[in-house]
Protein backbone atom coordinates (compact mmCIF):
# COMPACT_ATOMS: atom_id res chain seq x y z
CA UNK A 1 0.00 0.00 0.00
CA UNK A 2 1.35 3.69 -1.14
CA UNK A 3 2.19 5.27 1.87
CA UNK A 4 1.88 8.85 -0.75
CA UNK A 5 0.18 10.18 -3.85
CA UNK A 6 1.88 11.89 -6.86
CA UNK A 7 -0.46 13.89 -9.65
CA UNK A 8 -0.69 15.79 -12.17
CA UNK A 9 -4.03 18.43 -12.85
CA UNK A 10 -4.85 17.52 -16.13
CA UNK A 11 -4.50 20.87 -18.50
CA UNK A 12 -2.81 22.95 -15.17
CA UNK A 13 0.68 23.31 -14.56
CA UNK A 14 -0.17 22.52 -11.05
CA UNK A 15 1.91 18.93 -9.48
CA UNK A 16 0.52 17.63 -6.42
CA UNK A 17 1.78 15.25 -3.67
CA UNK A 18 -0.24 14.06 -0.40
CA UNK A 19 1.49 12.05 2.72
CA UNK A 20 -1.33 9.96 4.07
CA UNK A 21 -0.64 9.60 7.99
CA UNK A 22 1.57 6.44 7.45
CA UNK A 23 4.12 8.02 5.43
CA UNK A 24 7.31 8.69 6.87
CA UNK A 25 10.99 10.23 5.46
CA UNK A 26 13.28 7.20 6.45
CA UNK A 27 11.73 4.57 4.75
CA UNK A 28 9.67 6.67 1.75
CA UNK A 29 11.43 9.37 0.66
CA UNK A 30 13.35 7.70 -1.97
CA UNK A 31 10.68 6.04 -4.19
CA UNK A 32 8.57 9.35 -3.31
CA UNK A 33 11.30 11.22 -4.93
CA UNK A 34 11.20 9.31 -7.88
CA UNK A 35 7.92 8.90 -8.36
CA UNK A 36 8.02 13.26 -8.20
CA UNK A 37 10.66 13.73 -10.39
CA UNK A 38 9.17 11.15 -12.99
CA UNK A 39 6.35 13.15 -13.22
CA UNK A 40 7.39 16.52 -12.94
CA UNK A 41 9.93 15.06 -16.19
CA UNK A 42 6.95 14.15 -17.96
CA UNK A 43 5.08 17.35 -17.53
CA UNK A 44 4.88 19.45 -21.17
CA UNK A 45 4.72 22.43 -18.93
CA UNK A 46 8.26 23.81 -18.32
CA UNK A 47 6.86 26.17 -15.15
CA UNK A 48 5.18 23.84 -12.62
CA UNK A 49 3.70 24.94 -9.07
CA UNK A 50 4.20 22.23 -6.58
CA UNK A 51 1.36 21.21 -4.19
CA UNK A 52 2.62 19.00 -1.40
CA UNK A 53 0.03 18.22 1.61
CA UNK A 54 1.37 17.48 4.44
CA UNK A 55 -1.57 17.55 6.07
CA UNK A 56 -2.13 14.03 7.20
CA UNK A 57 1.74 13.93 8.28
CA UNK A 58 2.55 14.17 12.04
CA UNK A 59 6.61 13.85 11.97
CA UNK A 60 9.02 14.85 15.05
CA UNK A 61 11.88 16.62 14.51
CA UNK A 62 14.35 14.57 12.94
CA UNK A 63 11.77 13.39 9.99
CA UNK A 64 11.53 16.87 9.26
CA UNK A 65 15.09 17.65 9.04
CA UNK A 66 15.49 14.49 6.89
CA UNK A 67 12.51 14.98 4.73
CA UNK A 68 13.67 18.93 4.22
CA UNK A 69 17.41 17.84 3.41
CA UNK A 70 16.61 15.23 0.69
CA UNK A 71 13.87 17.53 -1.17
CA UNK A 72 15.83 20.70 -0.71
CA UNK A 73 19.77 20.53 -0.45
CA UNK A 74 22.20 19.96 -2.84
CA UNK A 75 22.13 20.76 -6.57
CA UNK A 76 20.56 18.21 -8.04
CA UNK A 77 17.08 17.62 -5.75
CA UNK A 78 13.08 17.55 -6.26
CA UNK A 79 12.72 21.17 -4.98
CA UNK A 80 15.53 23.04 -7.27
CA UNK A 81 14.15 21.13 -10.33
CA UNK A 82 13.78 23.41 -13.61
CA UNK A 83 10.58 23.31 -13.82
CA UNK A 84 9.46 24.41 -10.28
CA UNK A 85 8.58 27.64 -9.87
CA UNK A 86 7.25 27.74 -6.44
CA UNK A 87 6.91 25.36 -3.78
CA UNK A 88 3.49 25.60 -1.88
CA UNK A 89 3.11 23.39 1.53
CA UNK A 90 -0.21 22.46 3.01
CA UNK A 91 -0.04 21.85 6.75
CA UNK A 92 -1.56 22.69 10.36
CA UNK A 93 1.91 21.99 12.42
CA UNK A 94 3.72 24.35 13.26
CA UNK A 95 7.23 22.86 13.13
CA UNK A 96 6.23 22.14 9.66
CA UNK A 97 5.26 25.91 8.88
CA UNK A 98 8.96 26.65 10.39
CA UNK A 99 10.59 24.12 8.38
CA UNK A 100 9.04 25.16 5.01
CA UNK A 101 10.09 29.10 5.93
CA UNK A 102 13.31 27.51 6.27
CA UNK A 103 13.46 26.21 2.56
CA UNK A 104 13.73 29.88 1.77
CA UNK A 105 16.91 29.88 3.50
CA UNK A 106 21.08 30.27 2.03
CA UNK A 107 21.03 26.85 3.23
CA UNK A 108 18.70 25.55 0.83
CA UNK A 109 19.47 27.82 -2.18
CA UNK A 110 16.06 30.40 -1.22
CA UNK A 111 13.47 28.14 -2.69
CA UNK A 112 10.46 29.97 -2.99
CA UNK A 113 7.71 28.88 -0.48
CA UNK A 114 4.35 29.72 1.20
CA UNK A 115 2.32 28.39 3.49
CA UNK A 116 -1.29 27.55 3.50
CA UNK A 117 -3.68 25.67 5.98
CA UNK A 118 -6.06 24.47 2.78
CA UNK A 119 -5.42 22.45 -0.34
CA UNK A 120 -8.00 24.67 -1.85
CA UNK A 121 -6.35 28.01 -0.96
CA UNK A 122 -2.86 26.40 -1.90
CA UNK A 123 -4.33 25.47 -5.07
CA UNK A 124 -6.09 28.55 -5.47
CA UNK A 125 -2.55 29.92 -5.20
CA UNK A 126 -0.90 28.22 -7.70
CA UNK A 127 -3.64 28.92 -9.99
CA UNK A 128 -3.73 32.76 -9.70
CA UNK A 129 0.49 32.22 -10.20
CA UNK A 130 0.20 30.28 -13.13
CA UNK A 131 -2.44 32.65 -14.92
CA UNK A 132 0.51 35.79 -13.89
CA UNK A 133 2.97 34.13 -16.51
Given amino acids: MK ?3 VEKL ?3 P ?3 STAFPDWNAFDYMEPFMKDLIHLIDQAEEQDLYYVINLAAWSPKLPE ?3 AANAAGRGGNTILHHPKIRKLLIVTQM ?3 EIAGHG ?3 DLFGKLPVAIF ?3 EDAIAEARSLAAQR
Fill in 64 to 66: IVQ
Fill in 14 to 16: IVI
Fill in 94 to 96: KLV
Fill in 117 to 119: TSL
Fill in 103 to 105: LNS
Fill in 3 to 5: TYS
Fill in 10 to 12: PGE
